[in-house]
Every structure is written in structure tokens, then in C-alpha cells.
């Protein structure tokens, strides 16, 4: 007789401990709870799920005409398709391999693919950008890890630190869990609309110093999860700070198209960069990072997975913060079938028709400010403006019984509220302890892309609950 599977229990202490700390506190699975939930015909699970994919974002339709004539050319001879996509699909294929969107590339990707980014940002910011040092990924996520494979070496007080901000995407703190990095968190200002704070970072600096070797400073512009966008001076401060403490910039502007609050404006780091001059062009490493899968696209599109499809720019990788000189061709991997060329290129190259991407923009930005409008009317919740990227961050207050019943829980506070949200309304949000926060304070993420009609109601169900909820544990 067989012996019968191990339990999960059994299995646990041999999985290694980074690989728990790789788990972000986020909601569970809406699907999970979908067959007990609250059933409404205005707000439902699927229509508050944190996945824009999720979501009825309208298709960017020469993205997906484009994709599909390079994945299936027989239909090049369809009238049905205009001449705009043939003729992109065309200069793709030319550009693959035996003309076929299947077949290997070089690691850094498709040269005509990488001209095509190096053009788009010169329109971007006015200054030349050099094919060479732009690399293609499966995403902007797996092309991040990349770049912090190379910049994590070292042991105990020599051991690679990463400062990355608080709140954070989850992904920088996971990652540096698995690669045994050293996270250093430095609070954004959020009585400053999530602003960086130069004094901050140089305070997280020095403690981190005397327990590592600081090497890198990430900053995610737009915002996630706080949707705010940095401006000009905070960014050349950034870049200053730098500079003076021989740190190398990570650039995470995947929500550079997203940017809605009036007067502010996304400025890349490559750009301000550029217009400082030396001595900084001169000596600041910087890698940033842009992906199709957030923006106006809002779809994440690699057949048989969820993973985006970026471009990651890449300036000067060598030297100290690169551990002896490796270079960065080996940690970018090489791309098997290169389904994501297709669909780079209509959304860097100008679209037609342009208003597709316009009506999809100004949309974000109405449902954004409504977001902000409806939580502020609320007593107990602080929602800063949604400036750009693709997602609130209010702040709540949680009165102490309540605090008391999560403990009781074993669970974070706004772990506790928004558990009960889900199981009482069926939305579905995250709570602000699985982005990290300021000690004492609760928040929540959620998105803005549902439907406009679908969102005020979302948001006017939400902003009762609280109110009920403070009640009932005042």
C-alpha cells in the first residue's frame, strides 16, 4: 500500500522561510466567496475585483488587430481589417525570424521593436534614446526582478540594501524577500498628497547603513497603490540624492499615460535626467520601466498567463552597484515565442483612431475624481486626490472595539474591515496592510476602472458600510 500524500502541514517547514515572506497580505479570492455573497444587480463581484482584466475596459482594437494578423498572417487577406494593422503586422513579421510572431528573438528583443520604443520616447521627452540600452521583458514585473538579480550581492553588513517606498507595490517587497535583500522603507508624505520627503530618505538611509549596503533607490511614479504623481522637483531632488549617496534609480512608470488631477503632469526620470546634465548624466545609473498591460490598455495579454509586456530602459549598468562588472545582457532572459512584439508596437507607435485612447483616459479621470468626491463626504475616511495611475488609497478610521475584534481575529485591523465589507456587500478591496503603511493608520486600495453608473454606487455602498461599521463598534 502506497503511503498516503503528506498534509500541508507536514510539507510547511521544509519550504523555505523567504518564500512565506514573498506572500503579500492582500484580499482573497473573490471566487472563493462568490457562491455566499450579497447578490446585487448594480454592484457585483466580478464588478469589484481588483484585476482591470476583470473589467469591462473597452479593447484598444488595432492592439488586438495588429496581435492577431501576426499570430494567424492568413488573415492579412480579410477586408474586414483595416490597412492601418496590415501594414504594422507586415513590418513585425518582416522584423521576426522566418517571418513568424513563434520564433526566437535575441535577448534584448526585437531590434525593430526596441527602434520603436527608442522613437517613442524621444517623442516622449525630447531627448535621444538609444535602442541598445532598451530590453524587451514578458513584463514589467519579471523585468524589475531582473534588474534586482544584478543589484543584490554581498554578505551580513555588505549584504545589497533596496529602498523602496511605503506604501509599496508588493512585488518590490517579495522580491527582495526571495532574494534575501535588505528592505529599506521610506514613508511617503501623505499629508503631502503621497509626496516624497528628500529628508525621508536620507533618514532611512543612514539606519540602513549600519546594517547594510544600500546600493538602490526604487520610486513608483504614478503612484501604486496611492495614485499620486511626483512632480518636476521631486524628481531632479531624487535624482540629486542619487547622485551625492552612489545609489541606482529604479524607475517604475508603468502608469505614465494615467495622470488626471489638474495641474499635474508625468515627468520620466530619463528626462529630467537628461536636462540636469553633468556631472549627473554622467555618473547616475538608472533603470526605468514602462509596460503595455496598465495605461489606456488596461488588459493584461500574454497567451496562457496574466504578465504585462513592458520595456525596461536601461542606462549605464556597470560598475560597483552591478557586483564587479556583470553586465545586464544575462539577467534579461531570452524571449521564446515573441507574442508580445505585436502588441508593443501599436501602442507605442500613434494609434489611429486616436480617440479610442482619449475617450478611455477621460473616463479615468471623471471616475477618479468621483472617488475622491464621494470618500471625502464621508465622516472617518481621508481620501487624498487620485492624481493619476489607476487606483484610491483613502485612509479610515478604526475605532478601538474594532481594533480589538481583529485582534481577537488574528488579523490585521483593515484586514478585519475589509473582510467584513466583502462578506456583507461583496465588494472587494485590499487592505492598506498589504501595501505597507505609517504605524497607527489603516487604508484600503481599490480600483477606479469600473463602469461610471456602477462606481457611484460602488462608492456610495462602501461609504454606508464604514458608516454602519463605526457604529457598530463604537
Known sequence: MSPS????????????????????????????????????????????????????????CPVWQAAALCVGPELLQQDTIPEDAKARARRLL??????????????????????????????RDGVPA???????????????????KLL?????????????PVPQYPLYSAALAELGAVQLGYLLAEERAWALDIAELRRVLAEGRRRCRPRALCVINPGNPTGQVQSREDIEA???????????????????DNVYAEGAAFHSFKKVLAQLGPPYTDTVELASFHSISKGFAGECVAPGQ?????????????????????????????????FISPIISPIISPISPPQEKQAVLSALAQ?????????????????????????????????PRALQAAQAQGQAPDMFFCMRLLEETGICV?????????????????TILPPADKLQVLLQKLSAFYTKFVKEFS
Open 238 to 256: 531624487v535624482i540629486k540624492f542619487a547622485y551625492e549617496e552612489r545609489l541606482f534609480l529604479l524607475a517604475d512608470e508603468v502608469y505614465q
Open 130 to 148: 538609444c535602442p541598445q540600452n532598451i530590453f524587451l521583458a514578458t513584463g514589467a514585473s519579471d523585468a524589475i526582478v531582473s534588474i534586482l
Open 367 to 399: 471616475k477618479a475624481k468621483l472617488t475622491q468626491e464621494i470618500f471625502n463626504r464621508t465622516p472617518g475616511i481621508r481620501c487624498n486626490p487620485v492624481q493619476g495611475a489607476m487606483y484610491a488609497f483613502p485612509r479610515i478610521d478604526l475605532p
Open 306 to 338: 496574466g504578465g504585462g509586456h513592458p520595456w525596461v530602459l536601461g542606462f549605464r549598468v556597470a560598475g560597483e552597484a552591478m557586483g564587479g562588472g556583470r553586465g545586464l545582457n544575462p539577467a534579461v532572459p531570452p524571449f521564446p515565442p515573441l
Open 430 to 446: 485590499v487592505p492598506g496592510s498589504g501595501f505597507g503603511q505609517k504605524e497607527g493608520t489603516f487604508h484600503f486600495r481599490m
Open 94 to 123: 518582416g522584423a521576426c525570424a522566418g517571418h513568424s510572431a513563434g520564433a526566437y528573438s535575441a535577448s534584448p528583443g526585437i531590434e525593430a521593436i526596441r527602434q520603436d520604443v527608442a522613437q517613442f520616447l524621444e517623442r
Open 152 to 164: 543584490v550581492f554581498g554578505e551580513g553588513s555588505e549584504r545589497s540594501g533596496v529602498m523602496i
Open 5 to 60: 500524500a503528506p498534509s500541508i502541514s507536514q510539507c510547511l517547514p521544509v519550504v523555505l522561510p523567504s518564500v512565506f515572506q514573498c506572500l503579500p497580505v492582500v484580499s482573497p479570492s473573490v471566487s472563493q466567496y462568490s457562491p455566499c455573497l450579497p447578490v446585487s444587480p448594480s454592484v457585483s463581484p466580478s464588478s469589484v475585483s481588483q484585476c482591470p482584466q476583470s473589467l469591462p475596459v473597452p479593447p484598444v
